[in-house]
């Protein structure tokens, strides 16, 4: 099959930001796997193109192969950490190192994860799994949609605003709006990391040094205790996955000069505590916090990575429920311990920072998760004397709901220090 020319041309109204037909999405995806990711900015895919523009990835004045790849890597991770997601990753030539294999070899250890041959799985499974792939795309199209309807998203005339700092008294919602690209303001992964404060904000009879962060957190820097989402048998994700949990510990792992991994940290030593603590194989209580070393994250001067269970996997599924207390109860034990670990450490640990747990694949409304994150901050008030808390979330959307949340707190009573 002859390699097609990118031609700036949309399927229907997708220009006007409508996500494309199911059909449409898998005709491309064959395309893209025949041909494979190294073709990918000299394939035409219009449909692959118009949904990353209807699920904010790009803003539709011309096709963005680096879009679609996000797009497609997005959709993959959304079909989970089991066989279905890992022989998707592999079909697609989405773990690293394999974008230019051949697209046999890709479907052969694509069907290795079924355990039958490339010829049977080429008949039986990899429509199936193409399918599926286009479905997790048009869930982020939905998703974003629902986005942009929320009251929380900004307008055009908020996101074209010139930058400014913000002053004494101003109103941080608005301000983060007033600084947000109009790229960004759609709701989907920031294109550069952004922080907002510190701020000095109330909580209880005293004070809290906050930061909120919105970006990747491989971007993160000088904070002691970085905080992540696990479920709740602490099976982690691999390190080549894209969620929060996988990032660290790809970040952590210590690598040869190869840049092959010779030590899995964080992997290592929670199956250490799963095995001391009589949880191997077996759940733990949501909200229970695991702590490991940062192993190679020290070069970004975290000293330790909090394990949070709070994600139940449904069973025969690849998606998970999110109870809110367990998210009030994984805050409160990751802050308690940050507090009791603090002095084991020189100098001694000072600053935490916590994600919006459950906000991703757990479907949690990130205004929701973070009134229970804050809940839980405000109930450990005794251990905060002394801290800078951070925020982190990978979406503007999650980011705008924190801030309007701090706002709301901030009124008449705290002060900001500083944004950037």
């Excluded at 250890?109 to 997790?136: I, W």
Aim: charged residues 25%.
């Amino acid at each position: 099959m002859a390699d097609r020319a990118q031609s700036g041309q949309y399927p229907g109204d997708a220009r006007a930001g409508a996500a494309p037909a199911h059909e449409q999405l898998v005709a491309d995806l064959k395309v893209l796997r025949e041909r494979g990711m190294l073709r990918l900015r000299s394939l035409e895919l219009p449909a692959l193109a118009a949904a990353a523009h209807a699920a904010g990835y790009t803003d539709g004045t011309a096709p963005d192969p680096a879009a679609v790849d996000q797009l497609l890597r997005d959709a993959v991770d959304a079909l989970g950490d089991d066989i279905v997601g890992q022989a998707a990753e592999y079909l697609f030539g989405l773990v690293r190192g394999t974008a230019g294999w051949r697209p046999k070899d890709l479907r052969e250890h694509a069907a290795g994860f079924y355990g039958v041959s490339a010829e049977t799985f080429r008949k039986e499974r990899e429509g199936l799994l193409v399918a599926q792939t286009a479905e997790e795309i048009l869930k982020l199209c939905l998703r974003h949609r629902r986005q942009q309807l929320s009251p929380l998203g900004t307008t055009s005339e908020a996101a074209d605003a010139p930058h400014r700092e913000p002053s004494e008294g101003s109103n941080l919602l608005l301000t983060a709006q007033s600084q947000t690209p109009a790229s960004d303001a759609r709701g989907t992964t920031p294109a550069e990391f952004r922080t907002y404060g510190p701020f000095r904000l109330p909580v209880g009879r005293s004070h809290a040094t906050i930061s909120v962060h919105g970006g990747m957190v491989d971007a993160l820097t000088g904070v002691d205790v970085v905080t992540a989402p696990e479920n709740i048998y602490f099976a982690l994700p691999a390190p080549f996955k894209a969620s929060l949990s996988a990032r660290l510990r790809n970040i952590a792992a210590r690598r040869d000069q190869a840049g092959e991994i010779v030590d899995d940290i964080v992997g290592r030593q929670i199956d250490e505590w799963m095995r001391s603590h009589g949880r191997a194989g077996l759940p733990v209580e949501p909200g229970t916090v695991a702590p490991t070393d940062a192993g190679e994250l020290a070069a970004h001067g975290v000293r330790r990575i909090y394990h949070a269970a709070v994600a139940a996997p449904r069973p025969a599924t690849n998606n998970y429920d999110i109870d809110p207390q367990a998210v009030f109860r994984a805050t409160q034990n990751a802050l308690a311990l940050a507090r009791a670990e603090c002095e084991d450490f020189d100098p001694p640990l000072s600053s935490i920072c916590i994600p919006l747990f459950g906000a991703g694949r757990g479907g949690l409304d990130p205004a929701v998760s973070f009134a229970w994150i804050w809940a839980a901050v405000t109930a450990q008030r005794d251990l905060l004397e002394g801290w800078h808390v951070h925020f982190l979330t990978r979406r503007m959307d999650g980011t705008l709901a924190v801030l309007k949340r701090l706002e709301g707190v901030r009124v008449g009573s705290g002060s900001l220090l500083d944004s950037s």
